[in-house]
């Protein structure tokens, strides 16, 4: 059974634990969202981090890095640092609209998002299931309210060569709380020095991704060797590992980096600028939490890890017919040739009195006889029984097409109901007064109009 959920079109929250991260890294940030309007789109899930940068200052010229190292530093001047705010604005922007998650078949929380915006009204009969696009916006000078606050400190560039820096205690190391001014541009990380190790890493993305909760690439991927060194690190007995162990350090040693495997050192949470679908984790976990938001009662979590991360854009959605079978594309009308010999017509007189679209007793025989058809053409692989209403010409078009719609689907229940089809494999159509079979003018003709069309279609 689908479960069941309670509409709420808009919905945001503030996401502010690590108990979902499972890492070292607590997460904050405002989670949203946002309903696409006038169009095939996909909803927006928006994650919104206020990140106050601050310049780093000090008494002496001198800053310690992630390993305690000092390293010497200079005052920024503006250009330099409006400088350092745009490309950490660009670095951020690495991160947006790179995931999407698409929901399972049976979820249908966010059906009433689409049912009351008008472009998806021109489809009464159908509903629209977005998928939800990733988005990430961050706000690097907030007014208040910022969910961290981080120092950036301004290497001093006479001490630096182009081939590293000199005096060289190894490489600033950034953590999730101090950045450098070398991070603006993407810079050959410390296993860069390593061969087959990539050379280029931009680490404000890198950090950016600490700040909504992703911990080190082989935290991710639970990767032996990084569990090995956090377990070594929890032990308390890394201290005992030769300088520059590569498995030294817990979550932040380097094979947690991914340095003994080359796939995961690409990753962004690694040495590299790749992205792969656990770097999604945050809007997952924010999916979650408004899922609980939205539904009448929270889902399992099973059912909400039904949800599946995509790296490739895949599409806004898809419809639903009636809530009868589910199509991928859109629902543009199935057109029945008339020598179609899989086409079953029967008079909407039979089925329906004037202006009615509950079929009436009388009906049942014709229908019988309809069903009798109907199994003798199904062949070996049935893909759905096609109902088409038609109206004749009298009356508005909505008024038409509502009544063609309602007609469809009552015949559809009655072979559902007695058995003759399940109803998986049904869908109906309306057609209105839109695709008439003679003139309108007569009496004769507009009988003719009015009919119900039974398509067998098999694959
Ligand atoms: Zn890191």
């Known amino acids: ?15 502010s634990s690590n108990s979902r991260t499972g890492g070292s890294v607590p997460a904050a940030f405002d989670t949203f969202l946002y309903q696409p309007t006038g169009g095939f789109k996909h909803v927006k899930l928006t994650i919104k981090l206020k990140i106050s940068l601050k310049q780093a200052r000090g008494f002496l010229p001198v800053r310690l890095d992630a390993d305690n190292k000092p390293f010497l530093t200079t005052p920024w001047t503006d250009a330099q640092w409006s400088a350092f705010v745009n490309s950490a604005s660009a670095q951020a922007n690495l991160w947006n609209n790179r995931f999407w998650l698409v929901p ?8 009433e998002v689409y049912q009351k915006d008008p472009f998806f009204n021109k489809f009464p009969n159908k509903i629209f299931r977005p998928n939800l696009l990733c988005a990430l916006e961050v706000d690097f000078s907030p007014a208040s309210g910022a969910h961290r606050t981080i120092e950036v400190t301004n290497l001093n560039a006479a001490f630096i ?16 709380f101090l950045y450098d001014s070398f991070d603006a541009t993407p810079w050959a990380f410390p296993l860069g020095h390593a061969p087959g190790m990539p050379a280029s890493h931009p680490v404000i993305a890198h950090e950016i991704g600490h700040a909504i909760g992703l911990d080190h690439i082989g935290v991710l991927t639970k990767a032996p060797i990084c569990q ?9 007995v890394d201290r005992y590992l030769p300088a520059g162990s590569p498995l030294a350090g817990g979550t932040n040693a380097l094979v947690c980096y991914g340095s003994t495997n080359a796939a995961l050192a690409g990753n962004i949470m690694g040495a590299g600028q790749a992205f792969s679908s656990e770097n999604a984790r945050p809007w997952l976990w924010a999916l979650y939490t408004l899922l609980d938001k939205l539904l009448d009662k929270p889902e399992p979590i099973t059912e909400k890890a039904k949800w599946r991360v995509v790296m490739t854009d895949p599409g806004p959605g898809r419809w639903i017919d009636n809530g009868l079978d589910i199509i991928t594309s859109d629902p543009g009308p199935v057109r029945v040739t008339a020598n179609d010999d899989s086409l079953i017509r029967i008079s909407g007189d039979v089925l329906f009195d004037t202006d009615k679209s509950n079929i009436k007793p009388e009906a049942n025989a014709a ?10 053409r199904i062949g070996p692989r049935l893909r759905y029984v096609l109902i088409n209403g038609h109206t ?10 509502r009544l063609s719609e309602a007609r469809a689907k009552a015949a559809a229940d009655w072979f559902v109901t007695r058995k003759y089809l399940e109803r998986a494999k049904i869908r109906t159509q309306g057609f209105g007064k839109t695709q008439p079979l003679s003139p309108n003018t007569d009496e004769p003709g507009r009988a003719k109009n009015r009919r119900v069309e039974l398509h067998i279609v098999n694959s």
């Open 228 to 236: 090995l060194a956090a377990n070594l690190n929890t032990a308390n």
């Open 104 to 111: 399972p078949p049976a979820f249908s929380g966010l059906d």
């Open 1 to 15: 059974m689908a479960p069941s959920y309670k509409p709420v079109p808009l919905v945001g929250a503030a996401f």
């Open 392 to 401: 004749d010409a009298t009356g508005s078009a909505d008024y038409n097409q």
């Open 367 to 376: 229908l019988e006889k309809a069903a009798a058809d109907i199994k003798a």
């Open 161 to 176: 060569t182009a081939t590293g820096r000199v005096p060289d205690p190894g490489v600033f190391r950034s953590h999730a």
